[in-house]
Structure formats: C-alpha cells, structure tokens
C-alpha cells in the first residue's frame, strides 16, 4: 500500500487567499487610526478604525491593560502621545513660522565644566560631535522675537550678553563649549536649560562673537 503525503499548498491557492482577505485584526486597526491622527473620541476612533462600538470595547481594555492605549479627557490616543506640548514644541514651533529651520552645528564640549568665568589654559575638550539646533544671529528681528515672546515669562535678558547670537538645541550645554556654525568658531558664553518638570527640554545658550 502506497502512503500519501501531505503536500504543501502554493502560496497562490485558494486557502491562503481566503486568509489575506481577513485583513488586520480590531487591535491593529485601532492602532493604526491613532497613527494617523490622536487623540480620537471614541464614536470618531471607531469611524476611523472601521469597527463597531461592542469591537472596541472588547479591545480596549486589553490595550489600556497592556499600555499601548491612554484615555484622557481629549479621547484615546497611543502611550507616547504628548497630551500637552513640551516647552520645546512651543519653541520650535514659533521658531518655524518666523522663518528659523533646524541646522546642525559641531559641538565641543569642555571635559571638565569651568568653575570660573574665565578659560583656563589647562580645559580639554571631547571629540566635537554633530547636534541639531536654531542658531539666530543677532538682529534677526522677527526671529529674536519668536524667541522672547516663546521662553517661560520669569526669564529675563537684562545684563546677558547677545552679541553672538543664541543657539536652540534639546542638547545639554555649559559655559565654555564651543561650536563651529559657518566655518567660525562660537564659545558658549552662558547658558539657561529649561526643563518639563524633570526632564530637559531644551537649552538656550548666548555664544561670544566669533574672534
């Protein structure tokens, strides 16, 4: 007696056409929806999502349960949604309309931070790495603008130095690294680092005029 064996189907048969046509579950619909825009409420999220209320209702705690999912009071939205911008959103943001754009610089950083105001002739400084950053010259009017009007309302620029500019960046800096913008070299003269909560969100710092 011959024995039969079991012979595999091609990836173009009917049966495997039949399981593509399942298409993705509820919980990758829902996520995807959110993808595309967040935060939804949920009559909208089950619009976008393509499924009905007693669907979503079965998968939501399973999402919330497993973090992928938050609920506020603005809707649902996916765990890294920001319900509130950060400090730096708003920077940038005001930054954009007036005209500012992201450029990246070459930064140096003193290995060790300098106690005074003045260098010393023993500072080391690291292997200069690339960062993004805005870096607005000095008399850029309506971006110098953007970025008073942008700053929490406690700052104050009475007796800082801006004759070298400012440099934007969500990178942490100090006094006495230095970047190169435009084949010149900047010092960081001061520095203010402003913060959500504890977080760093972004630091401001005032270069001297490149010598």
């Known amino acids: 007696m011959v024995s ?15 399981s593509d046509a399942k298409g993705l579950g509820a919980d990758a619909k829902i996520i ?3 993808l595309n825009q967040q935060p939804l409420k949920r009559l909208e999220l089950c619009e ?12 939501k705690r399973l999402l ?12 649902f939205s996916l ?22 754009h992201l450029t990246i610089v070459k930064l140096e950083r003193l290995l060790k931070e300098r106690r005074g105001y003045m ?7 690291l292997e200069p790495v ?7 010259l000095r008399g850029a009017s309506k971006l110098e603008q953007a970025l008073r009007t942008s700053l929490p309302n406690d700052f104050s620029f009475y007796g800082v130095n801006t004759s070298g ?13 230095r970047f190169e913008w435009n084949h010149k070299i900047f010092e960081v003269d001061i520095s203010y680092q402003f913060f959500d909560v504890e977080t760093l969100s972004f630091t401001l710092a005032f270069p001297k005029r490149p010598t």
Not at 48 to 57: Q, R
Not at 119 to 125: I, Q, R
């Open 4 to 18: 039969k064996k079991k012979v595999c189907e091609p990836a173009n048969s009917q049966h495997y056409k039949a």
């Open 32 to 34: 995807i929806a959110l």
């Open 48 to 59: 976008k999502a393509n499924i009905n209320e007693s669907t979503f209702s079965r998968y």
């Open 64 to 75: 919330l349960n497993q973090s992928i999912l938050k609920e506020s009071n603005q809707g």
């Open 79 to 100: 765990w890294f949604y920001n319900e509130s911008p950060s400090l730096w959103d708003i920077m940038y943001s005001a930054l954009q309309k007036a005209g500012g």
């Open 119 to 125: 260098a010393s002739p023993d500072e080391t400084y």
């Open 130 to 136: 690339s960062i993004e950053g805005i870096f607005i």
């Open 165 to 177: 500019g400012y440099l934007v960046t969500t990178e942490s800096i100090k006094r006495g690294d």
